[in-house]
C-alpha cells in the first residue's frame, strides 16, 4: 500500500507539472498577442515586447475597431459560425437518431452508415467541390460555407453511440402515449443529450469560427471574407491598407500592433464561449463510446 500511495504521488505530480507546462505553452504566445496590441510602435518595431505592454497605448485598437472591413469579416464569421452551428446540429442530431435504431426497426441502417463511413474515407476532391458550389450559384455566398461542412460523420457517429446508451423504454413509453418520433426525439432524447449536444456544439463553433480555406475558395470579393480568411490574408500579403493602417498614422502605431490587436479580438469569441462549455467535454465524449 505504501508502495502504491508513493507512485500515485509521484505520477500526480509529473501529471500536474505536465499539465502547467501544456497549459503554459497555450497560454502564453496569447499574452505575448495580447502585449503586442497594447505596445507603442518603437516597442513592437524593436521587437522588445514580451509578456508585458512596452509604451503602454490603445491606438491599435481604436484603430481596428474603426476599420469597416474587419468589422463587417467580424459579423460574416459570427453569422457562418451560428448558422454553420445550428444547421450542423440539426442535421447531424436527425441522422443520428435515424440510425441509432436496430435493424429490426430501421432496415438497411447498415447500408447507410457505411454510406456515411465511405465520405469520411473519400471526397471529390477541392475541383469537383468548387464547381458543385457554382453550379449550385452559391459562389460569393454565406451558404457556401455553411452547406458543404453541415454533415459531419465524425459527430454524427459520437451523437448516435450517446443516443444508443438511452433506454428503450422511455422511447416506447413515448410511443404508448401517442408520440411520434419528431416527438420523441424532442421530448424524450434532447433533454437527456445535453452534454453531447453542447459538446458538438462547441467542436463545430470552432471549426466554423477557425475555418479560412473555404472563405478564400468561394468568396471572389474579399468584402465577403469571414474573419479567418480576413486575418490570414492579411497577415500572408502583409498589406497595410487591408488592416486600415494609413502611411498618415503609421508614427502612432506599426502594423504588427494592428495584426496583434486583431488577431486577439479573432479569438476573443471563442475564449467567452468556451469556459461555459468546457464543464461538459469529459462527459460529452465518453458517454456511449463503448457501443458501436
Known amino acids: 500500500?505504501?508502495?502504491?500511495?508513493?507512485?500515485?504521488?509521484?505520477?500526480?505530480?509529473?501529471?500536474?507539472?505536465?499539465?502547467?507546462?501544456?497549459?503554459?505553452?497555450?497560454?502564453?504566445?496569447?499574452?505575448?498577442?495580447?502585449?503586442?496590441?497594447?505596445?507603442?510602435?518603437?516597442?513592437?518595431?524593436?521587437?522588445?515586447?514580451?509578456?508585458?505592454?512596452?509604451?503602454?497605448?490603445?491606438?491599435?485598437?481604436?484603430?481596428?475597431?474603426?476599420?469597416?472591413?474587419?468589422?463587417?469579416?467580424?459579423?460574416?464569421?459570427?453569422?457562418?459560425?451560428?448558422?454553420?452551428?445550428v444547421l450542423s446540429m440539426i442535421v447531424v442530431t436527425m441522422a443520428a437518431y435515424s440510425l441509432s435504431k436496430t435493424n429490426y426497426k430501421f432496415k438497411g441502417r447498415q447500408i447507410y452508415i457505411w454510406i456515411f463511413v465511405f465520405t469520411m474515407l473519400f471526397s471529390g476532391g477541392l475541383i469537383p467541390s468548387y464547381i458543385l458550389i457554382s453550379k449550385l450559384h452559391l459562389i460569393d455566398s454565406i451558404w457556401a460555407l455553411v452547406l458543404p461542412p453541415a454533415v459531419s460523420v465524425w459527430n454524427m457517429i459520437l451523437m448516435l453511440n450517446f443516443f444508443r446508451t438511452i433506454p428503450e423504454d422511455l422511447e416506447e413509453a413515448a410511443f404508448i402515449d401517442g408520440a411520434g418520433h419528431l416527438r420523441v426525439l424532442w421530448s424524450v432524447y434532447l433533454p437527456v443529450s445535453m452534454p453531447s449536444i453542447a459538446t458538438l456544439s462547441l467542436f463545430t463553433m470552432v471549426s466554423h469560427w477557425n475555418s479560412w480555406f473555404d472563405g478564400m475558395i468561394y468568396m471572389s470579393n474579399p468584402d465577403g471574407y469571414p474573419l479567418a480568411t480576413y486575418l490570414h490574408s492579411m497577415i500572408v500579403s502583409d498589406n497595410l491598407s487591408r488592416i486600415g493602417v494609413t502611411l498618415d498614422s503609421v508614427e502612432n502605431f506599426s502594423n504588427r500592433t494592428v495584426k496583434a490587436a486583431q488577431i486577439f479580438i479573432g479569438a476573443l469569441p471563442i475564449l467567452l464561449v468556451y469556459p461555459f462549455l468546457q464543464k461538459y467535454f469529459v462527459k460529452g465524449i465518453v458517454l456511449g463510446s463503448v457501443k458501436s
Open 1 to 85: 500500500m505504501k508502495y502504491r500511495s508513493r507512485s500515485y504521488s509521484i505520477f500526480t505530480y509529473s501529471n500536474t507539472i505536465f499539465l502547467t507546462l501544456l497549459s503554459l505553452l497555450c497560454v502564453l504566445p496569447l499574452i505575448h498577442v495580447l502585449a503586442l496590441s497594447f505596445s507603442s510602435r518603437a516597442a513592437a518595431t524593436a521587437n522588445i515586447v514580451n509578456f508585458w505592454p512596452v509604451g503602454f497605448t490603445t491606438d491599435a485598437y481604436v484603430k481596428t475597431l474603426g476599420n469597416a472591413m474587419f468589422l463587417k469579416s467580424l459579423w460574416i464569421g459570427v453569422e457562418r459560425t451560428v448558422l454553420g452551428a
